[in-house]
């Protein structure tokens, strides 16, 4: 198993940055692909961007492309999601998930094994 909590979220108004990231426990980090989710209210969770184990690969939802960078220090056990140019539609609780199954990056929550407990991310106008 794999330990996951995130760090970085707070209030911002909207056009500024935040960086997010997601530590994560033992030394199996690099075992994983990894995604970033965001959830708000009544919504089901979205995955807004992910990247495979080594790095070499990434996915963004189009919703975020070209503001949010996805990366990953392996050697530290941390995954980082770079936000520029925030709206107030950013606004949402954000986590991190491992998944386990090491083939395509995948978008879907069910399809991840391990959650972080999430962190506030508030774009005010």
């Known amino acids: 198993q794999v330990h996951l909590v995130e760090f970085g979220g707070g209030l911002v108004q909207a056009g500024g940055s935040l960086r997010l990231s997601c530590e994560a426990s033992?030394?199996?980090?690099?075992?994983?692909?990894m995604g970033w989710f965001r959830q708000t209210p009544g919504k089901e969770r979205e995955c807004v961007a992910a990247a495979t184990w080594n790095g070499s690969s990434t996915y963004y939802d189009a919703s975020v492309k070209g503001r949010f960078t996805v990366s990953r220090d392996n050697a530290k056990n941390t995954m980082f999601l770079q936000m520029n140019s925030l709206k107030l539609e950013d606004s949402a609780v954000y986590y991190c998930?491992?998944?386990?199954?090491?083939?395509?990056?995948?978008?879907?929550?069910?399809?991840?094994?391990?959650w972080g407990q999430g962190t506030q991310v508030t774009v005010s106008s």
């Open positions: 998930a491992a998944d386990r199954t090491l083939t395509g990056l995948r978008v879907r929550a069910y399809d991840y094994d391990y």
């Open positions: 033992g030394r199996t980090f690099n075992n994983y692909n």
